[in-house]
């Protein structure tokens, strides 16, 4: 999202699109919006006469070929009065208006990063929010237009992949000894404290093959032994992937489960084997459980999520008062993808009330450089009943590029001054 002061090119080549009439330009953006092929051949025909032939076809074969025409038309209108004066066919906020209409939107417009030797120009940057569609869109300015950096989905039409309980009574299988790797990942996340015990959250997740071969079938065992009390707490159960193709780029079937363990360090391991024996993991994590006790700890971790929203997916992804929070387990993101920032906040003081009041703010820095990334960060105020308070912040990665990432959040509980700051660290991969 930044320049350096010294040049920003703002020239570009010109296209085909270019050649078009004022009001051809609007039924070209209008074509691309819905179909990029219909745009395509929208520029290849020669001439005003095809292009008002090709136009009259398209919209014929559709349903609702009128009403829906007019739309698309007047949101095409739109776009160019409110985005398009300086460069309509470049600027990607035109072509998502014309689909999907007026957004919610949030426009950021940072202030200058300056530093001993040099000084940028932070781009401004606009988020758009579609609510009833489930999709959100990242948009930076660079040089006369604004392009797309991220896009991501929500909502009751996004079913995350997971893995669901089953009942089989079937015996545990052996790996084969030509087993390969099923991919596991685990993640760990220390929430509430409860007398001399902690919740503790173990995510998983296995590769999801390339295609699926009927219904995939794994039998996950969980387990955590202490080494000072020789405490040992396991659980086993058989899983079917479910929902594989509901999110493209998905690499994770995911599963979550809680386990409330006593004061002790742990090891804590988790196996996963294929029903067929042909595929098979296990990973071990250590998890230090006394000192968190004994700090008392005035919030939980930092965890990070896929998806956190009011659908129902399954019991499992229901937490902390949310009907829907998907574990992103490997703390990996894809360029320009948006992840969800959640924790919890303890003993915070109330009002007359009995509410709470609580300012959030973070900051993303990269390891590598030591460097602030300048991505929008919004301030977040939460309020509600009791000590306890949630966080949930979506983070926008926009045009940041590969690498080791910290998020640092900073918390303020309003009535009585104490700050908080909890870290977590991600990567964004390609």
């Known amino acids: 999202m930044a320049c350096a002061l010294l040049f920003c090119s703002q020239f570009r080549s010109l296209s085909p699109a270019d050649r078009l009439t004022p009001d051809e330009k609007l039924d070209y953006l209008a074509l691309a919006s819905i179909s990029p092929d219909a745009g395509r051949q929208f520029l290849s025909t020669t001439g005003p006469a095809a292009r008002a032939e090709f136009l009259d076809w398209f919209w014929q074969g559709r349903k609702d070929s009128l009403p829906a025409r007019q739309t698309y038309e007047s949101r095409a209108r739109q776009a160019r009065s409110f985005f398009g004066q300086i460069d309509l066919l470049n600027d990607d906020r035109v072509k998502t208006y014309i689909r999907f209409g007026p957004p919610h939107r949030e426009s950021y417009e940072p202030e200058p990063v300056r530093s001993d030797t040099l000084t940028l120009l932070v781009n401004p940057a606009e988020i758009w929010t579609y609510d009833s569609a489930g999709f959100q869109f990242d948009f930076v300015k660079t040089g006369t237009a604004y392009r797309q950096v991220g896009e991501s989905r929500f909502g009751p039409a ?12 079937r015996p545990v299988p052996a790996p084969r000894a030509d087993a390969v790797s099923a991919g596991l990942a685990v993640s760990l996340s220390r929430m509430g404290q409860f007398s001399d015990t902690v919740a503790v959250e173990v995510a998983y997740g296995i590769d999801l093959p390339a295609r699926l071969a009927g219904q995939e079938l794994y039998h996950v065992a969980i387990s955590a032994t202490g080494r000072r009390t020789d405490l040992r707490v396991s659980t086993g159960f058989w899983t079917a992937v479910t929902n594989p193709d509901e999110v493209p780029g998905a690499r994770l079937a995911v599963g979550r489960q809680v386990f409330n ?26 998890l230090n459980l006394i000192d968190y006790i004994k700090r008392v700890q005035p919030s939980s971790d930092l965890a990070f999520y896929f998806l956190a929203d009011s659908t129902f997916q399954s019991p499992q992804f229901e937490a902390r008062g949310w009907r829907r929070l998907v574990p992103l387990v490997t703390d990996e993101v894809s360029p320009g993808q948006s992840f969800y920032a959640v924790f919890e906040l303890y003993n915070l003081d109330t009002d007359q009330g009995g509410r709470h009041r609580v300012e959030a703010d973070y900051d993303i820095i990269e390891q590598q450089t030591s460097q602030l990334a300048v991505v929008p960060t919004p301030t977040r105020f939460a309020a509600g009943d009791g000590p306890t308070a949630v966080i949930v912040e979506r983070v926008h990665t926009m045009d940041l590029r590969p690498g080791s990432y910290l998020l640092v959040a900073r918390c303020k509980d309003l009535e009585s001054g104490r700050e908080v700051s909890v870290t977590g660290q991600f990567r964004i991969v390609r």
């Not at 090891?267 to 296990?282: E, F, M, N, Q």
């Open 158 to 169: 996004v079913m995350y992949p997971s893995l669901e309980e089953v009942d089989l009574g």
């Open 261 to 286: 363990l006593a004061a002790d360090v742990y090891d804590l391991t988790v196996t996963a084997v294929s029903a067929d024996s042909a595929r098979y993991s296990t990973v071990t994590r250590t």
